[in-house]
């Protein structure tokens, strides 16, 4: 893209945000690049850095094309569809759907982050040991060893029940990475989408004052939001 369709695309972007009344983050950068398109508010299927067939024989590129092509274009459609109908109930007032598109919109938006995360830790250069010291050292400190975290990646991928994905996550509060397993792609979370506010919803967040009153007890959760560190979670996650 050069400068001029740059802007356009960006100036397009702001008039769509500034119609809606919203601003995106200065610092705030995609882990996987162009799977947003700012200038319509939707979702985008990302080109691949590489040829469907670069990645033969380990993975073969009829494969490759029907997985990203169909499959992944597949989530994104749907993601946007659940956003779609998300805001139409917000606009109507009428929630009656929530439980739904909130599943579609988890369950695509977490086919589709994790799809372009997925393409983008693959290449035709793949392989080895990382060198990267930084990585390195993490992942002896978090599995004794590079064969440790090898071996353990591959049994809990191996062992997925169903569908899902084995994956390996920076966990912030120790510094240390862990892996762990999803089945399907979401149970309800979109990976990537950084929490910065929860309500716990078990009973026994609730269930001595309030039984089985759920939405009283929701409804009295909004009197004691902090929202300050609400703020700050947000700035921390826009800032990466
Ligand atoms: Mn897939």
């Given at each position: 893209?050069?400068?001029?369709?740059?802007?356009?695309?960006?100036?397009?972007?702001?008039?769509?945000?500034?119609?809606?009344?919203?601003?995106?983050?200065?610092?705030?950068?995609?882990i996987?690049?162009?799977?947003?398109?700012?200038?319509?508010?939707?979702?985008?299927?990302?080109?691949?850095?590489?040829?469907?067939?670069?990645?033969?024989?380990?993975?073969?590129?009829?494969?490759?094309?029907?997985?990203?092509?169909?499959?992944?274009?597949?989530?994104?459609?749907?993601?946007?569809?659940?956003?779609?109908?998300?805001?139409?109930?917000?606009?109507?007032?009428?929630?009656?759907?929530?439980?739904?598109?909130?599943?579609?919109s988890t369950?695509?938006g977490g086919?589709h982050f994790?799809?372009?995360?997925?393409?983008?830790?693959?290449?035709?250069?793949?392989?080895?040991?990382?060198?990267?010291?930084?990585?390195?050292?993490?992942?002896?400190?978090?599995?004794?060893?590079?064969?440790?975290?090898?071996?353990?990646?591959?049994?809990?991928?191996?062992?997925?029940?169903?569908?899902?994905?084995?994956?390996?996550?920076?966990?912030?509060?120790?510094?240390?990475?862990?892996?762990?397993?999803?089945?399907?792609?979401s149970?309800l979370t979109m990976w990537v989408a950084s929490p910065i506010?929860?309500?716990?919803?078990?009973?026994?967040?609730?269930?001595?004052?309030?039984?089985?009153?759920?939405?009283?007890?929701?409804?009295?959760?909004?009197?004691?939001?902090?929202?300050?560190?609400?703020?700050?979670?947000?700035?921390?996650a826009?800032?990466?």
């Open positions: 893209m050069n400068r001029r369709e740059f802007l356009k695309k960006s100036l397009a972007g702001a008039a769509f945000l500034g119609a809606a009344g919203l601003t995106v983050p200065k610092s705030a950068s995609a996987a690049a162009d799977t947003f398109d700012a200038s319509t508010g939707k979702y985008i299927l990302p080109e691949l850095d590489y040829s469907y067939d670069a990645l033969e024989p380990y993975i073969d590129a009829q494969t490759m094309e029907l997985h990203h092509s169909r499959h992944h274009q597949a989530y994104v459609n749907g993601l946007n569809t659940a956003l779609e109908k998300l805001a139409e109930a917000r606009e109507t007032d009428d929630f009656s759907t929530v439980k739904h598109w909130s599943r579609e369950f695509h086919g994790l799809h372009a995360l997925f393409w983008k830790v693959m290449s035709p250069n793949g392989g080895g040991e990382p060198t990267d010291s930084g990585l390195r050292n993490a992942i002896n400190r978090s599995f004794g060893s590079f064969d440790g975290f090898k071996r353990h990646f591959m049994a809990a991928s191996n062992a997925v029940e169903g569908s899902g994905w084995g994956i390996m996550s920076f966990e912030p509060n120790s510094g240390n990475l862990v892996i762990h397993q999803a089945e399907r792609q149970d506010l929860m309500v716990d919803v078990w009973e026994h967040a609730y269930y001595l004052r309030y039984q089985n009153r759920r939405a009283a007890y929701t409804e009295a959760f909004f009197n004691v939001i902090n929202w300050d560190e609400v703020a700050r979670l947000y700035d921390a826009a800032a990466g």
